[in-house]
């Protein structure tokens, strides 16, 4: 009964350090402090998945949660257009535009470039998970300089319900929940919520909030 003891009370001590050892160091906010953007650009993501939905799946979600933490977020529709008159047509070629050209055109401060690792639905043997992942870092236009980066996901495993209906049931519910979930892009939902941990604020190592913001030159949450 006791080496059982000991050995639960092992294991738990091992999953806290290994729980303290995995977490991000504080990010280092000089650098955005300093450079004090007012107006942010967000170009299209650049899509790292196979599914052809998750450039403009998560570019519509972007401006929401930056103009919430007190940032002039130019309209994605000014951008897109702005982009397609001007010949580009991909966000690889959107993000390989000079930043001297980006604040000629837009008259940003900063640049919010965006990648896509992962969006969609994918089946797995008793189940089935709707996740997007994302990532991020602002750039400063005027200087060049990288101000933060950062990454978040949202995932359908979050909202899950135990199952019923046996092995039989799971498989089924599995199978029904991948063909709803891409013909009706599930992913698009997700997407919101990932993009709100990614450049929501304030939200630890997340993005300074804006000069709109109440909480604008406080203190970083340390957790």
């Known amino acids: 009964m006791k080496s059982l003891l000991r050995a639960s009370l092992l294991a738990v001590l091992a999953a806290f350090l290994g729980g303290c050892a995995t977490k991000a160091p504080p990010f280092d906010y000089s650098a955005f402090k300093a450079s004090k953007p007012v107006t942010l650009l967000v170009m299209p993501p650049i ?57 000629e055109v837009f008259g940003a401060d900063a640049v919010v470039y ?12 008793i189940d089935s998970e709707t996740r997007v992942e994302v990532e ?12 933060w980066v950062g990454k978040a996901f949202a995932s359908s495993a979050e909202q899950a319900q135990q199952a019923q209906g046996g092995l039989v049931g799971l498989l089924v519910t599995a199978i029904v929940k991948q063909i709803v979930g891409t013909a009706a892009d599930a992913s698009y939902n997700f997407a919101s919520t990932a993009q709100a941990r990614l450049l929501g604020a304030p939200r630890y190592n997340g993005i300074v909030p804006g000069p709109r913001s ?10």
């Open 214 to 223: 109440p909480q604008y030159g406080q203190p970083m949450p340390s957790q």
């Open 47 to 103: 899509n790292e998945s196979p599914d052809v939905k998750a450039t403009p799946g998560t570019w519509s979600h972007a401006t929401r949660p930056l103009a919430e933490a007190g940032y002039y977020v130019l309209p994605v529709t000014l951008v897109d257009e702005t982009l397609k008159q001007n010949g580009i047509q991909t966000a690889a070629q959107a993000q390989e535009i000079p930043y001297t050209k980006l604040r």
């Open 136 to 147: 991020g870092r602002v750039v400063d236009l005027r200087t060049g300089q990288e101000l």
């Open 114 to 125: 965006l990648k896509v690792m992962r969006y969609g639905t994918s089946y797995r043997i």
